[in-house]
């Protein structure tokens, strides 16, 4: 199936393009950074900057040290962080999973639950479920995650533990069974609050189509004309906000992390920018947008697979 | 003859925001098994309103049917409730609607969703349903049967996707068939395809078929029997060859005007009817035809005509028919 | 054949109604009314007319647009007539409860002060006049360079269309918050700084909006149909295109404005934002949750005014959406 091929294709070399600009970017940034990336706290002993300098050729021309740039990110090699000096992959590779396990969790939630009240909205338009459900929404998407987080940590956390002497959510750190509940709806609300709008959305529409007349003219009942023919026709469109979607989990990670104190890259992050980390910086954010492209990428192949029209004429609709 | 649809004085209104819409203003008619009745029409005439209350497939608010009775094969149409209409939706009468474009789910294979109603019903197995879907696509002349039941609908053309809702429709064998305007999408000679296809069918298989359509000119090869349509009412009914050669009501008579025909020279114009229906938010009190009917008179204008016999099997609705209508002053 | 008059063969009344005697002169001929039948029973209403009377039939709508007319009217005025400057600490009196009566001026504190004893009602309001600004500010900027942008790419069509589209592509795969966060560290803090990082991002959803749109419309019979009577590009994009997109534009930026407010209170949050001692939202929410445990107030005020305020944009936009719809036309 050439057509579809093309699709993938196409898609993949836009993710290759991404990634290449954002290298591209980073590294026109960092070099726009006041000072050298060298001149800290500490004053470096001359032969050890020498050293460094060759290493990151910064004693070369511009294009050169571009070359040796995307060489070391292709490597793994993203510099050391000007903070406490440990090699930038490292504390990327230690943070990341924890984010990750944040992360993955708030997104599992939040499509669940998400596309099960988009269902119900659509289904009982007009009823009390309906207007409960998109007011709910409502507040998802206008309150920030920052404050969700706040409040959850103030009501459920702690007034919680005074009311019954039980800490049932805990209200920093991450580890125990009863730490990841609280940071993860936080992170999820505003994402689940999203994907039950669009569904709804989505799902009246695809409800007001002629197949949908036609399957009722078979005799299906309510429950399979909606479980069985609505909801895939449905879907397709929140697939397409998935991407911009992991983006919004990832960036509120920057925030939750901070007020929960989590361990996470999002806190790290937010700390080496408040420092002016320049390496880690640039690091950090060169694997943040490659790690979006890919997820991005991700997207498109899931959406390729659930639309068959992909088949005959290689674009999305 | 077993009388498979009975419609007795149906009544159905839409309860809209801008007050009731008279849809359905008191419709009678009858099929019977084997039989093609042809429900004739323009638009907005409550020819499809009607078809689609036989199925009760209009959302019950805001349509609602204010009176009359639904005979269908012995059930109780009217009085029927949803889960009794799913077992009779697919199973005794069918539908298929006017835009195959848009009626088929484009995310389901075709041979899936021409066997959904058998795995329902009979429930056969994963591979007899695959053969099922492969010999309802040969029934309808589909070439590569086994091929195509494996494909999406967007790769199917639009005759090929009508077929495909008519072997959809026909899989449980049901009693009756209805079709919605299945013709108006399609080109000319695609046309004729299908129509050939049900008269084929209603041959073969002896199912009895209304079709819906405001196209005089497709109705002639298949219909037995003709309704004519008019703002919610049936103002005729009778046989084809009733309807075509000895019609008896101003409005059919002037339907059959305004075809052309192989004979129409090209020097003649076009016949049409002057004016448009009314509006069924205000019903007329009289024969909602008066207003652009030539032989009008002043009864027409505040009295309803009740249905007249002019033959055997042939009625129709006008003052004219009356047998205190004076013959001798036809004015013009 | 079919073009025989109609007939009356011998009819037999055979209905009960017409069973009731009928005057002679019932049957007198009259003939056809068409003027009548032309005359349309409903009035047709224009788009816009349609779409304003929907609105303003919207209690939702009106309740948005009255609270959002406060809050600027607030944001201007209610600093001004402050006894307080935003600035102006009194360490001594910090973490006071709503209604303290300040000790210099005898005037009381409406809504308590912050750790560094500042007037909390009034930072309230002078970082609404933050918020919407860069709000308003940058949704407008987005707005011209999405419809510029978009408007030329889909007007021009062919290959023009096809590399504006990709750089588009391209541009919308970098997280825009990631951008945004390495715009502010290296340039100077402040509103400007904002309102630049965000605009350089935020416009490709617009671009998109109004490219499908112009494209879509520019193949509809009616624009052939006025190129055909010989009008020029500017008037037919003037008259034809522009009230189609118009209800587009306005609905996009009336949603995009939540956005916004949401990542200057973000970014204020991460100490990236406004600099002190100016005050934003988001600064203010910051601060809140450093003290939220012991003094909740701090933060409660500033998260229900962003709150409130992303809730009245995305409500209006909600209902001006199903205003425009042409689909739920009355």
């Known amino acids: ?317 | 003859m077993e009388r498979i649809l009975d419609i007795k004085d149906l009544e159905v209104s839409f309860d809209t925001y801008a007050g009731e819409v008279h849809a359905v203003r008191g419709v009678s008619l009858h099929v019977d098994a084997g039989e093609a009745l042809a429900i004739v029409g323009e638009s907005g005439c409550g020819k499809s309103v009607t078809a689609q209350t036989v199925m009760k497939l209009n959302p019950m608010p805001p349509a609602r049917i204010k009176n009359g009775k639904i005979d269908l094969c012995g059930r109780d149409i009217v009085a029927a409730g949803e889960k009794e209409m799913q077992g009779i939706r697919g199973q005794l009468v069918s539908m298929i609607f006017q835009d195959p474009m848009t009626c088929l789910n484009p995310t389901k294979k075709v041979g899936k969703q021409l066997t959904e109603t058998l795995k329902k019903h009979k429930h056969l197995s994963g591979r007899q349903c695959r053969e099922e879907a492969v010999r309802l696509l040969k029934m309808v002349q589909i070439p590569n049967a086994e091929q195509r039941a494996g494909e999406y609908p967007h790769e199917f053309s639009g005759g090929m996707r009508q077929r495909a809702m008519i072997a959809m429709a026909l899989s449980c064998h049901p009693k009756l068939l209805i079709a919605d305007e299945p013709t108006t999408a399609l080109d000319v000679t695609i046309q004729a395809q299908i129509m050939e296809l049900m008269q084929k069918i209603r041959d073969e298989t002896g199912t009895s078929i209304i079709l819906i359509t405001h196209d005089l000119g497709v109705v002639a090869n298949l219909a037995d029997r003709v309704a004519v349509m008019y703002a919610g009412k049936i103002v005729e009914q009778g046989s084809a060859r009733d309807i075509f050669y000895r019609a008896a009501h101003p409005y059919t008579a002037a339907l059959l005007r305004s075809l052309p025909t192989v004979e129409t020279s090209r020097s003649e114009e076009l016949v049409s009817i002057p004016g448009t229906p009314p509006d069924l938010y205000a019903p007329p009190a009289g024969c909602a035809f008066a207003s652009r009917c030539k032989y009008c008179m002043k009864l027409c204008r505040h009295r309803q005509p009740p249905e007249f016999t002019v033959a055997q099997g042939h009625v129709a609705s006008c003052w004219r028919l009356h047998p205190d209508f004076p013959r001798q002053k036809e004015g013009k | ?330």
């Open chain 1, 1 to 317: 199936m050439p057509k579809q091929l093309q699709y993938y294709l196409k898609r993949v070399l836009y993710a290759v393009i991404t990634i290449f600009l954002l290298i591209c970017i980073t590294f026109f940034l960092m070099h726009l950074m006041p000072g050298d990336p060298f001149s800290g706290e500490k004053a470096v002993p001359a032969e050890i900057k020498a050293a460094l300098y060759a290493k990151y050729g910064l004693d070369q021309p511009l294009p050169v040290q571009f070359f040796k740039y995307v060489g070391n990110v292709l490597h793994g090699d993203f510099g050391v962080s000007l903070q406490d000096k440990r090699p930038v992959a490292q504390t990327i590779a230690e943070a990341f999973p924890v984010s990750a396990d944040l992360g993955i969790r708030a997104l599992i939630f939040a499509t669940i639950i998400g596309l099960l009240l988009g269902v119900v909205a659509a289904v009982k338009r007009g009823t009390g479920w309906d207007t409960g459900t998109m007011f709910l929404a409502l507040i998802g998407v206008s309150v920030p995650s920052f404050i969700l987080g706040a409040l959850l940590q103030y009501f459920l956390g702690l007034k919680l533990y005074q009311a019954t002497g039980r800490q049932i959510f805990a209200v920093m750190g991450w580890g125990p069974a009863n730490s990841k509940f609280l940071p993860a709806f936080a992170l999820a609300f505003g994402s689940m609050a999203s994907i039950s709008r669009l569904m709804r959305t989505s799902m009246l529409d695809v409800l007001n189509q002629d197949y949908i007349k036609t399957a009722k003219a078979k005799g299906l009942s309510r429950g399979e004309i909606i479980w069985k023919h609505a909801v895939r026709n449905a879907v397709m469109p929140v697939v397409t906000i998935m991407g911009p979607l992991v983006a919004a989990v990832l960036t509120g990670t920057f925030v939750v992390e901070n007020i929960f104190a989590i361990p996470g890259l999002g806190k790290i992050f937010v700390q080496c920018v408040q420092n002016n980390d320049y390496t880690t910086i640039v690091g950090t954010t060169l694997f943040y947008g490659s790690f979006l492209v890919f997820a991005n990428l991700v997207v498109d192949i899931i959406y390729g697979l659930l639309d068959p029209r992909i088949k005959l004429s290689g674009e999305k609709e």
């Open chain 3, 1 to 330: 054949m079919a073009n025989e008059q109609a007939q009356t063969a011998n009819p037999v009344a055979s209905s009960p109604a017409a069973g009731k005697p009928i005057d002679p002169s019932e049957f007198e001929w009259v003939g056809p009314n068409v003027k009548e039948m032309e005359t349309i029973s409903r009035p047709s209403i224009s788009f816009w007319k349609d779409a304003f009377r929907r609105l303003r039939k919207s209690r939702v709508a009106i309740v948005c647009l009255v609270i959002l007319a406060l809050l600027v009217l607030g944001a201007v005025f209610l600093p001004m007539v402050s006894p307080f400057d935003f600035s102006r600490q009194n360490v001594a009196f910090s973490n006071q409860p709503p209604m303290w009566v300040d000790n210099e001026t005898s005037q009381p504190h409406l809504f308590g002060t912050d750790t560094l004893g500042r007037d909390i009602w009034v930072r309230i309001w002078m970082g609404a006049r933050v918020s919407l600004t860069v709000a308003v500010a940058v949704a407008l900027i987005d707005c011209l360079i999405g419809i510029v942008y978009g408007g030329v790419s889909g007007y021009f069509g062919g290959m023009v269309d096809n590399v504006m589209m990709r750089i588009v592509e391209i541009i919308s795969g970098i997280p825009y918050l990631i951008i945004v966060m390495l715009l502010m560290v290296v340039l100077p803090r402040g509103i400007g700084t904002i309102i630049i990082a965000y605009s350089i991002t935020g416009w490709t959803g617009m671009a998109r909006l109004v490219r499908g749109q112009v494209l879509a419309l520019r193949h509809q019979e009616f624009l052939i149909a006025a190129e055909s009577m010989g009008a020029r590009p500017a008037r037919i994009i003037a008259r034809h295109l522009a009230p189609n997109l118009l209800s587009l534009i306005v609905v996009n930026v009336t949603l995009d404005i939540p956005n916004v407010i949401f990542t200057e209170a973000f970014l204020s949050m991460l100490g990236l934002g406004i600099a002190p001692p100016q005050s934003s939202w988001g600064i203010m929410a910051n601060d809140g949750i450093a003290v939220f445990q012991v003094y909740p107030m701090q933060l409660v005020y500033p998260a229900v005014f962003i709150s409130i305020t992303m809730l009245a944009f995305n409500l209006l936009g909600d209902q001006m959406r199903d205003a425009f719809d042409p689909k739920l036309r009355r």
